[in-house]
């Protein structure tokens, strides 16, 4: 694990050492707040159901802006060939730079907490569904930043790795919500809806942590990320 700490380390520097990781976390965190709260005191519920909901459109805008330069700017400033003559495995390169964005995207949700605290204060919330829902987002945020790690890798262009990443995760959404599986052949119904990311995150949103969805998330987690690691190796041959 010694060269995965070591390019976790070194990406991780990237972010903090540059505007990006405060920038990114300062807008979501205001952004996700003003919205949030600019509709709950008219609602006059103890609940965080809407604040859920606006978390997967925002991701696929916020997670493509944290992974789009992982792999792009390595090809950019052609130091990717120099990073693959070291002694260091794809895989090995590709998990510590999805660890990285990972981080990320853990403390903007932790620097989300004050939400659900303050909430919580105002009346009785019921915690279930908000742990639920904090552990749908991040899985959800973990699937959208594996797709967009694979993404990176394609181009040497980040707003074209941003681009890619969005209508990918946008895809793997849409294809399981209700209004897509309505026209779809009832034997391929099912199928599109567990294949979708909303089902799963809404069953984990109401504090329902089924192991299928678990098992789906880390599955598409792993086939991104076996993907991004097949790009590294094809372009290490061309």
């Given at each position: 694990m010694r060269n995965v700490c070591a390019i976790f380390q070194k990406?991780?520097?990237?972010?903090?050492?540059?505007?990006?990781?405060?920038?990114?976390?300062?807008?979501?965190?205001?952004?996700?707040?003003?919205?949030?709260?600019?509709?709950?005191?008219?609602a006059n519920r103890a609940?965080?159901?809407?604040?859920?909901?606006?978390?997967?459109?925002l991701f696929m805008i916020f997670g493509p802006l944290i992974t789009m330069r992982l792999w792009a700017e390595e090809k950019k400033l052609k130091t990717m060939e120099l990073l693959m003559t070291m002694p260091i495995k794809d895989w090995q390169a590709v998990l510590g730079k999805?660890?990285?964005?990972?981080?990320?995207?853990?403390?903007m949700l932790i620097l989300s907490l004050p939400i659900a605290i303050t909430v919580a204060?105002?009346?009785?919330?019921d915690w279930g569904p908000v742990i639920g829902g904090y552990i749908g987002a991040f899985l959800m945020g973990a699937a959208y930043l594996s797709i967009g790690v694979f993404a990176s890798c394609l181009t040497e262009n980040q707003i074209v790795a941003a681009i890619?990443?969005?209508?990918?995760?946008?895809?793997?959404?849409?294809?399981?919500?209700?209004?897509?599986?309505?026209?779809?052949?009832?034997s391929l119904a099912a199928l599109f809806e567990y294949v979708g990311l909303g089902s799963h995150f809404k069953s984990i949103g109401r504090g329902v942590i089924d192991s299928r969805d678990l098992i789906y998330y880390f599955t598409v987690i792993g086939f991104f990320l076996f993907l991004n690691a097949k790009g590294i190796e094809r372009r290490k041959w061309a």
């Open positions: 990406e991780l520097r990237s972010y903090f050492n540059s505007p990006v990781a405060y920038i990114v976390i300062i807008l979501f965190v205001g952004f996700t707040s003003w919205l949030f709260f600019r509709s709950f005191f008219i609940v965080m159901r809407d604040y859920f909901s606006m978390l997967p459109w999805y660890i990285a964005s990972l981080f990320l995207l853990s403390s204060s105002l009346g009785n919330m890619v990443s969005f209508f990918l995760s946008f895809a793997m959404w849409i294809i399981g919500e209700s209004f897509v599986i309505f026209v779809m052949p009832a």
